[in-house]
C-alpha cells in the first residue's frame, strides 16, 4: 500500500504530461512544423513577359489563395464538427500568417456552408465567426469572392442575398485590385449566366470596363474618356470560384486531385465549371495571365491557350479534403511564380492519435501491474 502510495502520482503525473504533449502537438505544434516547409515561390527570369518592360524598383507582391472555408451552419453542423474543423482552419491560416506573412489573401467562396439558407441575425453570426478565424494584420489585404453556398446558385440568389453578402464581407460582384502595378481581377462566377438578370447584366458591363481601363493602360484602345487611370499595364490574375469550363477532371494529375472514382465524373456547365461560353468570353476579354478558382474541392491544373495557368484548388477545410492545400504565388508586373502549400494531412493527425493513446495507456497498465517480490533464506553460521 506504501508502495502504491508513492508511484501513483508519479504515473499520474508522467500520464497527464503524455497526454498534454501528444494534444500539443497534434493541436498545435504539427503546423508549424508541416507549414514552415512551404516557401513563396523564386521568379524565373526566363518567364519574363517580353512585350513589358521590367523595371528595376519592382519589388514582388506576395499572395495567398485559399478557397471553400464552408463554415458550418445550424443545420448541417454537429458541435464537434464545427469545433474541429474550424479549430483546424484557424490554426493553419493563422500559422501561415505568422510564419510567411503575405501581402495578399484571397478566399475564393463558399466561405459559409449555409449562407444561402441563413437568416440575417444567423449571417450575421457567420460573418463575426468569419473574421476571429481569419483574422490578418492591419498591413495585409483580405479579399473575397461569393461562391454558391454562400448565396445560392444562379437560379436561387435574390436581390437580398447578394446585397448581404457584399454588405457583410465587402466584396462586390466584380471588382480590380491592383498592388504595385499587380491587377487582380474578382468575379462573382454565379454572376456570369449571360441572360441579363439583375446580377448578370451589371457584371458584363463591369468586366468590359475593366477590360477597357487595361487596354487603355496598354494604349491599345483609342476611347479612352472615362478610362479609369492605370499607371501601368500588366497581364490581370482572374479570381473566381467555379473553374473554368472543363469537361471533367480526369486531365488532372495532382497530389491533391480528385479520387480516381470521381475524376471521370462530367461537369454540368454553370454548375461544377463556368459554361464553355463564359469561359471563352473572359479569356478574350481580359486575357489573364493566371487563373486561380475553387469549387471543385480538389486540386487541378489546366492551361488555356497556350500560356493561360489555371489552378483549381481544394477545399481549405479537412471536412471536405483529407489532403488540403493552399497555393502561394509572387508576382511582378512582368513575371510570376505560384506553389502548392501542403496543410496537415488529416489521417496523419488520426494515426498519430490511434498510436500515442494506446502507448499511454499501456504504460499505465505496466506501472501499475502488480509486482512480486522474491526473498532469500539466511544461512545460519
Same mark, same amino acid.
Given at each position: 500500500?506504501?508502495?502504491?502510495?508513492?508511484?501513483? +502520482?508519479?504515473?499520474f503525473?508522467?500520464?497527464?504530461?503524455?497526454?498534454?504533449f501528444?494534444?500539443?502537438?497534434?493541436? $498545435?505544434?504539427?503546423?508549424?512544423?508541416?507549414?514552415?516547409q512551404?516557401? !513563396?515561390?523564386?521568379?524565373?527570369p526566363?518567364?519574363?513577359?517580353?512585350?513589358?518592360?521590367?523595371?528595376?524598383?519592382?519589388?514582388?507582391v506576395?499572395?495567398?489563395?485559399?478557397?471553400?472555408?464552408?463554415?458550418?451552419?445550424?443545420?448541417?453542423?454537429? !458541435?464537434?464538427?464545427k @469545433?474541429?474543423?474550424?479549430?483546424?482552419? $484557424?490554426?493553419?491560416?493563422?500559422?501561415?500568417?505568422?510564419?510567411?506573412?503575405?501581402?495578399?489573401?484571397?478566399? @475564393?467562396g463558399?466561405?459559409?456552408?449555409?449562407?444561402q !439558407?441563413?437568416?440575417?441575425?444567423?449571417?450575421?453570426?457567420y460573418?463575426k465567426?468569419?473574421?476571429?478565424?481569419?483574422?490578418?494584420?492591419?498591413?495585409?489585404h @483580405?479579399?473575397?469572392?461569393?461562391?454558391?453556398?454562400?448565396m445560392?446558385?444562379?437560379?436561387?440568389?435574390?436581390?437580398?442575398?447578394?446585397?448581404?453578402?457584399?454588405?457583410?464581407?465587402?466584396?462586390?460582384?466584380? %471588382?480590380?485590385?491592383?498592388?504595385?502595378?499587380?491587377?487582380?481581377?474578382?468575379?462573382?462566377?454565379?454572376?456570369?449566366e449571360?441572360?441579363?438578370?439583375?446580377l448578370?447584366?451589371?457584371?458584363?458591363?463591369?468586366v468590359?470596363?475593366?477590360?477597357?481601363?487595361?487596354?487603355?493602360?496598354?494604349?491599345?484602345?483609342?476611347?479612352?474618356?472615362?478610362?479609369?487611370?492605370?499607371?501601368?499595364y500588366?497581364? +490581370?490574375?482572374l479570381?473566381?470560384?467555379?473553374?473554368?469550363?472543363?469537361?471533367?477532371?480526369e486531365?488532372?494529375?495532382?497530389?491533391?486531385?480528385a +479520387?480516381?472514382?470521381?475524376?471521370?465524373?462530367?461537369?454540368?456547365?454553370?454548375?461544377?465549371?463556368l459554361? &464553355?461560353?463564359?469561359?471563352?468570353?473572359?479569356l478574350?476579354i #481580359?486575357?489573364?495571365?493566371?487563373?486561380?478558382?475553387?469549387?471543385?474541392?480538389?486540386?487541378?491544373? &489546366?492551361?488555356?491557350?497556350?500560356?493561360? #495557368?489555371?489552378?483549381?484548388?481544394?477545399?481549405?477545410? !479537412?471536412?471536405?479534403?483529407?489532403?488540403?492545400? @493552399?497555393?502561394?504565388g509572387?508576382?511582378?508586373?512582368?513575371? $510570376?511564380?505560384?506553389?502548392?502549400?501542403?496543410?496537415?494531412?488529416?489521417?496523419?493527425?488520426?494515426?498519430?492519435?490511434?498510436i500515442? #493513446?494506446?502507448?499511454?495507456?499501456?504504460?499505465?497498465?505496466v506501472?501499475? %501491474?502488480?509486482?512480486r517480490?522474491?526473498?532469500?533464506?539466511?544461512?545460519?553460521?
Amino acid at each position: 500500500m506504501i508502495y502504491f502510495g508513492t508511484l501513483f +502520482p508519479r504515473i499520474f503525473l508522467t500520464l497527464a504530461l503524455g497526454l498534454v504533449f501528444v494534444l500539443f502537438f497534434c493541436e $498545435y505544434l504539427i503546423y508549424y512544423i508541416v507549414l514552415i516547409q512551404c516557401e !513563396w515561390p523564386t521568379l524565373d527570369p526566363r518567364k519574363e513577359d517580353p512585350a513589358l518592360h521590367r523595371e528595376v524598383t519592382d519589388r514582388p507582391v506576395t499572395a495567398m489563395f485559399i478557397a471553400d472555408t464552408h463554415l458550418l451552419g445550424s443545420r448541417e453542423g454537429h !458541435w464537434f464538427d464545427k @469545433l474541429r474543423r474550424e479549430w483546424q482552419m $484557424y490554426r493553419t491560416f493563422q500559422t501561415m500568417m505568422t510564419l510567411h506573412q503575405p501581402d495578399m489573401i484571397f478566399i @475564393l467562396g463558399d466561405i459559409f456552408d449555409e449562407g444561402q !439558407w441563413c437568416g440575417s441575425m444567423e449571417f450575421e453570426y457567420y460573418i463575426k465567426r468569419f473574421h476571429s478565424l481569419f483574422y490578418v494584420p492591419k498591413d495585409t489585404h @483580405l479579399y473575397v469572392v461569393a461562391g454558391n453556398h454562400d448565396m445560392g446558385f444562379h437560379y436561387a440568389i435574390t436581390p437580398y442575398r447578394n446585397q448581404r453578402f457584399i454588405n457583410g464581407l465587402k466584396s462586390p460582384s466584380v %471588382r480590380r485590385l491592383s498592388l504595385r502595378d499587380n491587377h487582380f481581377v474578382l468575379i462573382n462566377s454565379m454572376a456570369l449566366e449571360g441572360d441579363g438578370c439583375f446580377l448578370c447584366r451589371p457584371t458584363e458591363i463591369t468586366v468590359n470596363k475593366i477590360a477597357k481601363d487595361l487596354k487603355c493602360a496598354r494604349r491599345l484602345n483609342d476611347d479612352c474618356r472615362n478610362a479609369s487611370t492605370i499607371s501601368r499595364y500588366s497581364r +490581370p490574375i482572374l479570381l473566381q470560384h467555379y473553374p473554368m469550363y472543363r469537361e471533367s477532371d480526369e486531365i488532372c494529375n495532382e497530389l491533391d486531385q480528385a +479520387p480516381d472514382e470521381l475524376k471521370a465524373i462530367k461537369f454540368r456547365e454553370r454548375w461544377e465549371c463556368l459554361s &464553355k461560353e463564359a469561359s471563352e468570353q473572359l479569356l478574350d476579354i #481580359l486575357n489573364p495571365r493566371l487563373i486561380v478558382a475553387g469549387h471543385t474541392h480538389h486540386g487541378c491544373r &489546366k492551361i488555356h491557350r497556350d500560356d493561360i #495557368l489555371e489552378f483549381t484548388i481544394p477545399s481549405f477545410s !479537412w471536412r471536405n479534403k483529407n489532403n488540403p492545400s @493552399l497555393l502561394m504565388g509572387t508576382f511582378t508586373p512582368t513575371n $510570376y511564380s505560384v506553389s502548392k502549400c501542403y496543410m496537415p494531412v488529416e489521417s496523419t493527425v488520426i494515426i498519430i492519435y490511434k498510436i500515442s #493513446l494506446p502507448c499511454i495507456v499501456i504504460y499505465l497498465l505496466v506501472k501499475l %501491474r502488480p509486482r512480486r517480490h522474491t526473498y532469500s533464506r539466511l544461512k545460519m553460521p
